[in-house]
């Protein structure tokens, strides 16, 4: 890869994006753009390295955002990492309670926005680039309550895969990677779901009692790890777990 890596993360105001982005920046010296729909959350992430990270306030659910997106890496050069992060957890209700509007905006930042983002961005993507995106166990695993996330996640993964059947003649190399219940501002969401609404709720507000959800920090440090250390058919040949894997890395999790 070239000298100067260049890195791009979606959801990057908070969270496991905002950690990632940090990780990316101050313990591999990658220039990081950091996107994400909130310019005060971004200005957080900035803060903690100005020198290396960038931000660009962006919806990447719509075709506009996508174009400034766009706009931006052709003014900054090819990116070696495009990590797909930016997702959201509504509707939580049963699939019979779902609105067509509630269905589609989900779609919208959970499975176009990495589709259509990666297709804009692949005339800048280096020749051994690595595309990524932040999966979920509820891409295997169904939920009541969760119908809209799970199917997004489901289709999430058949990207995955379906991209590195047509991109790795081309040396680019997309990869997929479930994070594990972090202490982000999605499970504070998750937390206020009502019962009846998602009936696993006691498991997840038990979760932050005990101390269990993981920190967004330790997170991004398996994710960088994944990125850094990995060769490109280890990359994409599995779908990283990091209650599975982080121990490859020899990291310890608690989960």
């Not at 051994?128 to 995106?133: K, M």
């Not at 190399?173 to 994070?179: D, W």
Request: aromatic share 8%; hydrophobic share 45%; proline share 3%.
């Amino acid at each position: 890869m070239d000298e100067k890596r260049i890195a791009l993360v979606t959801g990057a105001g908070s969270g496991i994006g905002q950690a990632l982005a940090v990780c990316l920046a101050n313990e591999y010296s990658v220039s990081v753009l950091a996107v994400g729909r909130r310019l005060s959350k971004l200005e957080q992430t900035q803060k903690q390295n100005p020198q290396r990270i960038s931000i660009l306030a962006a919806d990447v659910s719509t075709e506009q955002g996508r174009a400034l997106i766009r706009a931006r890496v052709e003014k900054d050069g090819a990116l070696n990492f495009l990590i797909h992060n930016a997702a959201q957890l509504q509707p939580v209700k049963a699939l019979k309670a779902v609105t067509l509007n509630e269905w589609r905006q989900h779609f919208a930042v959970n499975v176009e926005a990495p589709l259509f983002l990666t297709q804009e961005l692949l005339p800048f993507l280096r020749k051994g680039a690595r595309v990524l995106h932040i999966s979920s166990g509820a891409a295997h695993h169904a939920y009541a309550g969760w119908g809209a996330y799970c199917t997004s996640k489901a289709a999430l993964h058949m990207l995955y895969q379906v991209w590195n059947k047509e991109l790795n003649a081309a040396e680019i190399y997309v990869g997929s990677l479930r994070p594990g219940v972090v202490n982000t501002p999605m499970q504070d969401e998750v937390r206020l779901a009502r019962k009846e609404d998602f009936p696993a709720l006691e498991r997840f507000i038990q979760l932050k009692q005990e101390g269990k959800l993981l920190a967004p920090e330790i997170v991004a440090r398996f994710i960088c790890r994944v990125l850094m250390d990995t060769d490109s058919t280890q990359f994409i040949e599995r779908e990283w777990d990091i209650r599975e894997h982080a121990s490859m890395f020899n990291m310890e999790i608690n989960q």
